[in-house]
């Protein structure tokens, strides 16, 4: 329970705080008076007793190396140091947990996690939902936001997920929506939808790998969105972990000052003590609440445009087989609320909004709406909500049309379950925005679909879905690219089969995909990659040396060289120590 609390004031570091089991006192200040200390009494489960606690600082207080090498510099006894760490743990949960009421537009902060894959940023995703008692402790489970079973398999990201917290710094309630982002280059596309709904980006980058290549393609993104750039050096605490040359990989590269990076480690870390209260507490990392502060502090607040007319970007939708179409939003000028008739731009309908509530990670009350929608082509991703009865003028840009790269043909084991996969597709659709899809016939296989993806493993997490999430059983044929026909009578057609190819004396040329590569390695397994690009009929283009250590070698080479193996053969040839990123650049004639 909260007791005799009033504001306090900002902890100096000329101020100690003397720990014991009987509770924490304050020592060496020129005052303890009541405006300066905040009580809290913590009844253990166990013992009839109680514990009390003196606190005085702003809050939260950090967690950080310093802090543990302070507590050790007193020469505390282990106990001691982990009734402090338990102690910040269980208050930032009673801080930050209460229900978040009407929060001022300057106190709302809207920001998304990139990194390249496996650079922990899902897991500091984690700590952060944590810490701000988003999700208490016993709720908790890694990966909270990766909400799919796949997810969870393969230990990456595949959809964007998003999250309200509360978070109070210095008596002020802020409102902190996070976007969680896919890390693979297949779904970039996800990072891209995320960054237009945000004002500011945590750059996550392992303190051991340092930067890689989908590190670079992110940050760019986000530079090209004008978004206010945090940097974190995560996993500090591996024993590999080089966070000042990281930081200097950075700023070479990168250019972004990271004299103010953040050092974490989103680990947690056991406590031993015998004491019962204390037992089942851990430390919630390493530097996330320096986090919590940067993103207060440094991340801008959205404008306050609520007098406008009302234009909301739709970033995300589902579809839910109780309500329909569920769609997720950024409002960017003006308000909405539960009643309103709503008009979506691109597709031209309009509906009442039935429910809109927020996002919490299970969607237990950045906003989400309900209207009855029941067909999936009204509400598409990148549309704009606004009032029917106040429209905008002009639509939000949206985001940058998805490219398919690969295409396979989907066919039904069974041919009646046909509109059963029709159906499926066309909700997978609306919850995956790079999807496309057409119907075909194979004289060897019936009815089908030929569909298009971003990448290898965009397909096989799409055929992985159908299957798990629909109950079908599909026959995939092998990935193909779209090749470009220019005819004899002017026409140019685009052509995924060889069956429909025209006869050769009716074209002139084919043209094939051409995609641009770039490879970043460490110098000794440039050799390797370069004989890869020679042997995939690749174009060199250029090789510059990031650091002292790494390069970036440039090819340009057909996609259909790509859809094979190419990934495998680049970690194989590197021993995993290399990384990519591609765009598609044109088409060339083969």
Known sequence: MLKNYSEPESFKESQMLSISREGIVLSNTPSTSSSAITTFLLSSSSSSSSILFLFLASWPPPLSLKDLSLASSKEMAAADRAMWLASISYFSNILCSSVLGQVPISNIRNFCIIA?????????????????????????????????????????TIKLQAARMR????????????????????????????LAACEGALLVVDASQGVEAQTLANVYLALESNLEIIPVLNKIDLPGAEPNRVAKEIEEIIGLNCSNAIHCSAKEYRIDCSMPIIQSLVQEGIGIAEILRAIVTRIPAPKDTSGSPLRALIFDSYYDPYRGVIVYFRVVDGTIKKGDKIYFMASGKDYFADEIGVLSPNQLQVGYLSASIRSVADARVGDTITHFARKAEISLPGYEEATPMVFCGLFPVDADQFPELRDALEKLQLN???????????????????????????????QERLEREYNLTLITTAPSVVYRVNCVNGDTIECSNPSLLPEPGKRISIEEPVVKIEMLTPKDYIGPLMELGQERRGVFKEMNYITEGRASIIYELPLAEMVGDFFDQLKSRSKGYASM????VGYKNT
């Open 581 to 584: 990123e591609y765009s598609f």
């Open 432 to 462: 995956d925005a790079a999807l496309r899809f057409e119907a075909e016939t194979s004289s060897a296989m019936g009815f089908g679909f030929r569909c298009g993806f971003l990448g290898l493993l965009h397909m096989e997490i799409v």
């Open 167 to 194: 978070f109070v710094l210095e008596s002020e309630a802020y409102c902190l929506n996070l976007i969680d982002t896919p890390g693979h280059v297949d779904f970039s596309y996800e990072v891209s939808r995320s």
């Open 116 to 156: 390249h894959i496996d650079h922990g940023k899902s897991t500091l995703a984690d700590k952060l939902l944590q810490l701000t008692g988003t999700v208490q402790k016993r709720e908790m489970k890694e990966q909270f936001l990766d909400n799919m079973d796949l997810e969870r398999e393969r230990g990456i």
